[in-house]
């Protein structure tokens, strides 16, 4: 039975959930299909602004009264309230993505003081020279992470004690600022990652069954797509990197390594939130 303050997309899953089609090759396939329509669901909220940033670097007059960016930034926030208002995200989700909002807005602050990269139009809506819509960016990424929790029933075999998970957190956050001072460790980092997760599976169910995957393979693959995500923006000038001042070419891939180490930060974030659960299987 399906709660009365379910989302809108619960009533969908639960149907799409109940059909069953021929056995074998057709089964396969169904559920091939269903697992991209749940992912699809899941990155709604990045997908729309992708869509916004390069919608808007093609279309968006030069000489409009209102910027660019603070388009974008009343945009998301449109976006924000309406899948709330349509039940398409639950409160809890809201929050999560607040929390992701704010801490990406610190880091966006510090990073553009460096001349990490920077935000090449003008705007209102900003702080020193962060438009407030980047922070909807890494909220894109706190929604993807709540959601696809919640929408593919994550469950965890051989996780790590969460005091360690949050120790490597802070210490990962805390790179990504000090290494301007002090020596990059970020290899150390990732070792310890390592050491930590690499026995741990994370189940998920897209249909009647549970598969199951390394968690850090999974954390990679989501960098991954994050990466080919950045592209975009920097293609659609949202923001620049320094080396693409001259003309835009696709951002090196020695970023995948900080976009993981960002992904283990907002895992571990969701993760304090939903208190990761062991499979059905092993619990006594």
């Known amino acids: 039975m399906i709660p009365l303050n379910s989302t809108r997309f619960a009533r969908v899953r639960a149907k799409l959930e109940a059909y069953t089609p021929a056995p074998g090759w057709p089964a396969w396939v169904y559920e091939f299909l269903l697992f991209g329509f749940k992912q699809g669901w899941a990155c709604l909220f990045g997908g729309l602004m992708l869509a916004l940033l390069l919608a808007t670097h093609f279309l968006y ?19 924000q309230l309406a899948m709330l208002l349509f039940r398409l ?3 809890e989700e809201a929050k999560v993505i607040l929390i992701f909002h704010i801490v990406g807005t610190v880091m966006e602050l510090f990073k553009t003081a460096h ?33 696809v929790w919640r929408i593919f029933d994550f469950r965890f075999s051989t996780y790590p004690k969460p005091i360690h998970t949050y120790v490597l957190g802070v210490a990962i956050y805390i790179n990504f600022f000090s290494h301007h001072w002090l020596p990059d460790i970020r290899l150390v980092l990732f070792t310890a990652m390592g050491l930590l997760f690499w ?10 069954e549970y598969r199951w995957m390394p968690l850090l393979v999974g954390l990679f693959l989501v960098a991954t797509f994050i990466w080919f995500a950045e592209n975009i923006g920097t293609f659609a000038r949202a923001w620049s990197y320094p080396t693409q001042q001259a003309g835009w070419h696709l951002v090196s891939p020695s970023k995948l390594g900080a976009w993981m180490l960002l992904m283990y930060i907002s895992f571990i974030l969701v993760a304090a939130v939903h208190r990761p659960q062991p499979p059905e299987h092993q619990r006594m």
């Open 61 to 79: 007059p030069d000489d409009a009264e209102l910027s660019r960016y603070d388009f974008l930034t009343l945009a998301a926030l449109a976006i």
């Open 89 to 91: 995200e639950t409160w």
């Open 115 to 147: 001349g990490s990269w920077i935000y090449p139009e003008d705007s209102l809506l900003r702080i020193g020279g962060v438009p407030l819509f980047s922070g909807f960016m890494y909220a894109a990424v706190g929604s993807y992470i709540a959601r």
């Open 199 to 208: 026995r741990t599976r994370i189940w998920f169910r897209v249909w009647r």
